[in-house]
Nanobody, 124 residues
């Protein structure tokens, strides 16, 4: 059974840093594209970052503050978040896709696997 399990969420203050992790299991994800979406209260879910063997990319809203990385030996993807803002408050979801393209916009419903999410709350 394939699972994506996020961890690392919590309550932080504006300006703080936080690292999210997503552990994948049930198959090898070395060739899969993996990434993060988020959904803030009352807002639509949005793409945050993606990584594959082709490289990585982040949304404009987090560019320069968030970094995505992965450890294929552990089938784990990370999201390092720095200079957090109140507007970064959201549930962060890990996703995986059998595709490796990161230049085209990822769609939530285009993914193959989804985690259940971890809540990040940034206070002012």
């Amino acid at each position: 059974q394939v699972q994506l399990v996020e961890s690392g969420g919590g309550l932080v203050q504006a300006g703080d840093s936080l690292r999210l992790s997503c552990a994948a299991s049930g198959r090898s994800f070395g060739w899969y594209g993996m990434g993060w979406f988020r959904q803030a209260p009352g807002k639509e879910r949005e793409f945050v970052a993606a990584i594959s063997w082709r490289g990585s990319t982040t949304a404009d809203s987090v560019k320069g503050r968030f970094t995505i990385s992965r450890d294929n030996a552990k089938d784990t993807v990370y999201l390092q978040m720095a200079s957090l803002k109140v507007e970064d408050t959201a549930v962060y979801y890990c996703v995986a896709t059998s595709g490796s393209e990161i230049r085209t916009k990822w769609r939530w419903d285009g993914m193959d696997y989804w985690g259940k999410g971890t809540l990040v709350t940034v206070s002012s």
